[in-house]
């Protein structure tokens, strides 16, 4: 790994512990390419945390001129976080107020859960989970407020029957409308009267949202890192954050529900990444309750491999199709057979959105279509 992908990985975390202060000024010690430590933190969208850590470091390892142009990217990022998170208490309250129930997925809700403060984690789009009752007053409040579908409205009961998200757009703004923490296809059952009575309000910047209790937060972050093959460290860095504030009686509701939801497996990985790239204190958690390490030890060498070392096969990974790719990452994190190939035979045998309307040829080769680019994908 080098200095500068370190310095970034033990910037992101908040609080700095004492060690970890500690490891920061050696790692400055031995020199650093600053250009790379600003790219890499942009890339992985760990700007408002790195920096603001970065500016509170009494090192004269750091060039003024660095220090400065750190004040600079702190401010600007802490302040675009800021403005997404009043955007979405704001349309959180417009929701609220047309007696709609939702959830914040994501966003505002884990940066004040995992970071204490809004300011320190940047995100895109603004998730809310809401009851499949609610979805056409939702999507008319949306409409009615200028956004604009980003799909065939057409389509609408389509993509519900798939539990897959309804996208908005204005301008830069963006909004997905959830009735399931998942597509349907990945298979992570969690039950709806659980999630919605375990919901707390928290105060964001002035705003009382609704948002997931901490273990079903946690559950449903380990399974978006692994649907995505945890390509981007910011989002085991939120499971680290989580983890540090968890208490015991949270973690065995999370075991639990990671076991009602076959989901052992997925979490273990996520735990396992937070250790060893996170440096995350796990010792008061009893891992081996979700299974044995070593079921997830060639899933945690490719993460770490892939992010510390991302130029490695690079000519092969760029024939792939990286949809599947993630696929079948995301295959290899479930401990049941079942949903493994409950996972391909949904996606092989279910058309798609872009199905919908097409000549009935269209229906009838979806399935050959599929597995002609899973064998593709293994030939590279």
Known sequence: MSPETELVLCLCRTPLTRQTRDRVQSILNSGMDWDIVFAQAGRWELEPAVFSNLCSIDAGTIPDDVRARAELVARESRAVAMSRSLFVCDLWTRFRSEGIEVIVVKGPSVAVLAYDDPSLRTFSDADFLLRERDIDRAVALLLAE??????????????????????FSSGGKKVELHTA?????????????????????????????????TPHLLIYLC??????????????????????????????????LANRTHAMKIVLLAL??????????????????LGKEEKVKKLSAHVIGALIEPDVSAGSRSRRDPRLETLLFYTRSRERFIDKVATFATLAFVPSQRDAGSAPIRWVTHPFRIVAQALRQLAV
């Open 146 to 167: 200028g956004y604009g579908a980003d799909y065939d409205q057409k389509n609408q009961q389509i993509l519900l029957r798939g539990q897959h998200a309804l996208e």
């Open 181 to 213: 923490l998942m597509s349907r296809h990945l298979r992570l059952d969690i039950d709806d009267a659980n999630l919605w009575n375990s919901t707390r309000e928290i105060d964001c910047l002035g705003t009382r949202i609704r948002v997931m209790s």
């Open 223 to 256: 399974a978006h890192g692994a649907k995505h093959a945890w390509y981007n460290p910011r989002w085991i860095c939120d499971v680290a954050q989580i983890v540090d504030r968890l208490s015991a009686a949270e973690f065995d509701s999370a075991v639990a």
């Open 272 to 289: 396992v990444l937070s250790r060893d790239l996170m440096k995350s204190d796990l010792s008061r958690l009893d891992l081996g309750r």
